[in-house]
């Protein structure tokens, strides 16, 4: 049964939880990245605890609070999925060491501008890997696991098939720019997401379990709706 938090507590989440999480825990991350690796760690880990918190008292739906028997597989999704990306950037120093380079960085410019380019560079990769998953059936067949999910909550976003994983390793999550120039991004205009449209259309028995959803794209099934997914 849930509880339903405080209204002045849920008014201090809803409109303090942003800027607090971007000025404090990114200060921190800023003032101890120098000098504390393993510090950077534990405030990112802080973050996480705190961003879940922060959702379960300011839900989009309050019945995306509870569980659909899906919280084991999606904590192997999030385990699986951020550690293969965690060996995926410890490997890019090896890489780049052999890799012919055809664009030189600019390292002249400073710091903060080189950041921001980097988060245009990186948001057009996944933009466009997604962009092409909802058009092309073998990425469709990767992809839907991402939209398999019957409710929205934080480990949404690392439900994804260890392939399309891999295929998206050049992520980049930030700018809405992308969406609407392929076309893609949707505005709801105050209309709330029900419930039942979440999941993949036309696939209301999708797979649940972790090892299903893993051999499900090698099955000869028909894919339908890709671009409405």
């Given at each position: 049964m849930l509880i339903a938090p405080n209204r002045s507590v849920e008014i201090a989440v809803r409109y303090a939880f942003v800027p607090l999480l971007a000025i404090v825990g990114g200060?921190?991350?800023?003032?101890l990245a120098p000098i504390s690796k393993p510090g950077v760690v534990v405030v990112v880990?802080?973050?996480?605890?705190?961003?879940?918190?922060?959702?379960?008292?300011?839900?989009?739906?309050?019945?995306?609070?509870?569980?659909?028997?899906?919280?084991?597989r999606d904590a192997v999704h999030a385990?699986?999925?951020?550690?293969?990306?965690?060996?995926?950037?410890?490997t890019v120093p090896a890489v780049v060491g052999v890799a012919p380079t055809f664009v030189s960085w600019p390292d002249g410019v400073p710091f903060l501008l080189q950041v921001l380019f980097?988060?245009?560079?990186?948001?057009?990769?996944?933009?466009?890997?997604?962009?092409?998953?909802?058009?092309?059936?073998?990425l469709?067949?990767?992809?839907?696991?991402h939209h398999s999910v019957s409710r929205m909550y934080g480990f949404n976003g690392l439900v994804?098939?260890?392939?399309?994983?891999?295929?998206?390793?050049?992520?980049?999550?930030?700018?809405?720019?992308?969406?609407?120039?392929?076309?893609?991004?949707?505005?709801?205009?105050?209309?709330?997401v029900a419930v039942d449209e979440l999941g993949v259309a036309g696939r209301?028995?999708?797979?649940?379990?972790?090892?299903?959803?893993?051999?499900?794209?090698?099955?000869?099934?028909?894919?339908t709706d890709r671009l409405n997914a």
């Open positions: 200060g921190a991350i800023v003032a880990f802080a973050a996480l605890v705190v961003s879940f918190v922060a959702e379960w008292v300011v839900p989009f739906e309050e019945a995306w609070n509870r569980s659909r028997d899906d919280r084991m385990i699986v999925n951020e550690s293969s990306t965690a060996v995926g950037v410890l980097a988060v245009v560079v990186l948001d057009i990769g996944i933009t466009v890997v997604h962009w092409w998953s909802h058009r092309n059936d073998w469709w067949r990767f992809h839907a696991v994804k098939h260890p392939v399309h994983q891999a295929i998206e390793t050049a992520a980049g999550l930030f700018l809405l720019i992308w969406d609407r120039l392929l076309g893609t991004f949707a505005d709801p205009a105050g209309r709330s209301s028995a999708y797979p649940v379990g972790y090892v299903d959803q893993l051999r499900e794209p090698f099955r000869r099934t028909i894919r």
